[in-house]
């Protein structure tokens, strides 16, 4: 009685834990910094990172990741920082949604499927149209569809007629 006493002990007590430390840890995490600026330098001189920027091509496509697609390639931490900054967007509002949306359509990079693939289950229609449009870059060529051969009939084998 003893034993099974202490060990149902243990369980609870391992179980507090665990649940402890999973709320640690989520209180230490905090939203992200918009991936816009993302070093010191370009946050002491926000003049200087505008005049930086290259034109954009259409009007569409928001600030922040005309500045990331268009000056050179993100590294892992960059990657990782704008996919938690369009997370907590897309987890926001409504709006918040669809500006992660129009984000995620410009930024085009696959790591953001699995959102673009919830966002086709949205209830605004706007999200689910950005989302098709995102999709549809990582989409193939379509292909034509492969017809089975067709059988060949026996010959002398005709159906039975009805009687």
Known sequence: ?????????????????????????????QIPPSPKRT???????????????????????????QGVAGSRAMGPQQRRQMLRYLKS????????????????VAWGHPACLPLLRRGLRDADLRVVGLAARGLERFRGPRQRLKHPPRRRRRRGHYPSTPV
């Open 1 to 29: 009685m003893k034993i099974l006493l202490l060990a149902g002990v243990g369980i609870i007590l391992l179980v507090g834990a665990v649940l402890l430390l999973r709320r640690r840890r989520r209180l230490r995490t």
């Open 39 to 65: 070093n010191a330098a370009e946050v002491e001189n926000p003049v200087q990172e505008e005049k930086d920027l290259p034109p954009s091509s259409s009007p569409e496509q928001p600030a922040a990741v």
């Open 89 to 104: 967007a897309y987890d926001s509002g409504s709006q918040a949604r669809l500006d992660a949306m129009e984000d995620m």
